[in-house]
C-alpha cells in the first residue's frame, strides 16, 4: 500500500438474536466511519440467528453500501468471528461487539497513527486510563477471577483478554485464525494464545466501556465450561500445538 492510500478497515460484527440492538449498533457505527478518511465495511455476521437479526442486517446493507451480510451456521462467538475475519478484506480488521460497549471514537485509538508497531491491539478495561461505566461490582469480581485464572493458565501480563473490541492486521489474521479451535466464551484466551505462541506483538489499549445489563454471558452457566476450555488450551500450549504449521 503507498503512504497516500486510504487505510482500509473492516469491522466484523459477530450477531446471535441481536434484533433489539443492531439498527442502533449499525447506525452508529456507519455514521462515525462516514466521517473518517478510510476506506471501510462493516461486516456483520450472522451466527444462525433465530429472530429477525440477519433481516435487519440486510436491510441495512440495502440501503449502506459498506454494510456486508454474512450468513453462517450457529458455532457460537468464536465461530462467527474466526468466519468473518477469514472472509474480510481489510487491511485491519476489528472485532465489534453487538451491543456497541465502548464510545465508537475510540475505534480511532486501535490504528495508525495513534496505535502502531503492533499485530493485534486488544481493548482493555483494565489500568490507569481506561473507565468501566456502570458495572455491578459481583460482575466485576467475576471478571477479575476469570482473569486471575487466564494470566496464571495461559496469558501472563494480559489484564483483559475477554474485553470484546480487538484489532488485528490481516497478517495476524493468517498467522492465527487458522490455528484457533475454540468457539466458546474462552475464544478470546484461545486467540491472544496462539498470538503469543506465534510470536505476534500484542498490545493493549485502555478504553472506555459501558456495562450492558442484556449481556449474553451468564456468569453461572459459563464458568465451568471457560475453565474446561481454559485447560485445555493449556495443554496445548504445553504440546506446542500453536507454534505447529496450521493444520498440522
Given at each position: ?129 481506561a473507565r ?88 453461572l452457566r ?16 504445553l504440546r ?9
Open positions: 500500500m503507498a503512504p497516500t492510500d486510504p487505510l482500509t478497515l473492516s469491522i466484523v460484527v459477530p450477531a446471535f438474536n441481536e434484533e433489539r440492538r443492531l439498527a442502533a449498533t449499525l447506525t452508529t457505527l456507519c455514521d462515525y466511519l462516514g466521517r473518517q478518511p478510510w476506506d471501510w465495511e462493516v461486516r456483520v455476521v450472522d451466527d444462525g440467528s433465530s429472530d429477525d437479526t440477519a433481516r435487519i442486517a440486510e436491510s441495512f446493507s440495502s440501503t449502506r453500501p459498506g454494510v456486508v451480510v454474512q450468513r453462517e451456521p450457529h458455532r457460537g462467538k468464536g465461530g462467527a468471528v474466526k468466519a468473518g475475519l477469514a472472509a474480510a478484506p481489510g487491511e485491519y480488521r476489528f472485532i465489534c461487539d453487538a451491543d456497541l460497549s465502548m464510545p465508537v471514537d475510540e475505534i480511532g485509538r486501535f490504528l495508525p497513527p495513534l496505535a502502531t508497531g503492533f499485530d493485534v491491539a486488544i481493548g482493555s478495561r483494565e489500568g490507569r486510563t468501566r461505566v456502570g458495572e455491578p461490582a459481583y460482575r466485576h469480581l467475576a471478571g477479575r477471577l476469570f482473569n486471575f485464572m487466564v494470566q496464571r493458565l495461559a496469558l501472563p501480563g494480559i489484564e483483559d483478554s475477554q474485553c470484546g473490541f480487538k484489532m488485528f492486521t490481516a497478517a495476524a489474521v493468517s498467522a492465527i485464525f487458522p490455528r484457533v479451535t475454540v468457539d466458546g466464551w474462552a475464544f478470546d484466551v484461545e486467540v491472544l494464545t496462539v498470538a503469543r505462541e506465534q510470536r505476534l506483538r500484542v498490545i493493549e489499549v485502555p478504553i472506555e466501556w459501558h456495562y450492558r445489563a442484556d449481556s449474553q454471558l451468564s456468569i459459563d464458568s465451568a465450561g471457560m475453565i474446561q476450555e481454559l485447560l485445555r488450551i493449556k495443554w496445548r500450549v506446542g500445538v500453536y507454534r505447529r504449521t496450521a493444520g498440522a
